[in-house]
């Protein structure tokens, strides 16, 4: 059974960088039939997707973001993060890791993590 | 980007009753659109993709059609279990959008 789980600080400064990580169990990052995505919801409000990254290194971001963003793998680990810089209070949000299909018609979000709380505030 | 809107955006329906929810693209997504379902403090779960497959595990009184712009999400027989936030996202351009959710609530 593939399961995701996110990891990171629950509180983050203002202007400060805003870095999660999510470990993946069950199946391998570095398998090819997958994008790595992170998509955020704040609370009461809808899902943004924020990026993905493949195992070849591309990634795609969400050009509406405000905050630059990188995402990076770490195969040794099976792992994947997140770093979002200058973080401002619009940052706060339930943070969600999420497996998605690369080969059509299979490109949905179909793994999810639990989602971790992250607020931005001095 | 691809601007998807979902209508309505609250839905009363009776247990045992159908419950039909629409998805639109402002463009063609072809049959790249998904469909969660989203309860309160838990992650979505993915019920269709494709426009019309079910995922692995959805009971069959769910069922999406659908292609192009306009797309569909039937709940057959509402039960307990199916009182939530469902979402539509395409999965055809970066990046990948979402709707912002019909709430499906006990009437």
């Known amino acids: 059974q593939v399961q995701l789980q996110e990891s990171g600080p629950g509180l983050v400064r203002p202007s400060q960088t805003l870095s999660l990580t999510c470990t993946v169990s069950?199946?391998?990052?570095?398998?090819?039939?997958?994008?790595w995505n992170w998509i955020r919801q704040p609370a009461g409000k809808g899902l943004e997707w924020i990026g993905r990254?493949?195992?070849?290194?591309?990634?795609n971001y969400n050009p509406s973001l405000k905050s630059p963003v990188t995402l990076s793998l770490d195969t040794s680990k099976n792992q994947f993060s997140l770093n979002l810089k200058s973080v401002t209070a619009a940052d706060t949000a339930v943070y969600y890791c999420?497996?998605?299909?690369?080969?059509?018609?299979?490109?949905?979000?179909?793994?999810w993590g639990l989602g971790t709380t992250v607020i931005v505030s001095s | 980007e691809i601007v998807m809107t979902q209508s309505p955006a609250t839905l009363s329906v009776s247990p045992g009753e159908r419950a039909t929810l629409s998805c639109r693209a402002s463009q063609s997504v072809n049959n790249n659109l998904a469909w969660y379902q989203q309860k309160p403090g838990q992650a979505p779960r993915l019920l269709i993709y494709?426009?019309?497959t079910r995922a692995t595990g959805i009971p069959a009184r769910f069922s999406g059609s659908g292609s192009g712009t306009e797309f569909t999400l039937t709940i057959s027989s509402l039960q307990s279990e199916d009182f939530a936030v469902y979402f539509c996202q395409q999965c055809d351009n970066w990046p990948r959008t979402f709707g912002q959710g019909t709430k499906v609530e006990i009437k």
């Open positions: 069950g199946d391998s990052i570095s398998s090819g039939s997958y994008y």
């Open positions: 999420a497996r998605g299909g690369s080969h059509h018609p299979f490109l949905a979000f179909d793994v």
């Open positions: 990254i493949y195992i070849s290194g591309s990634t």
């Open positions: 494709g426009a019309s």
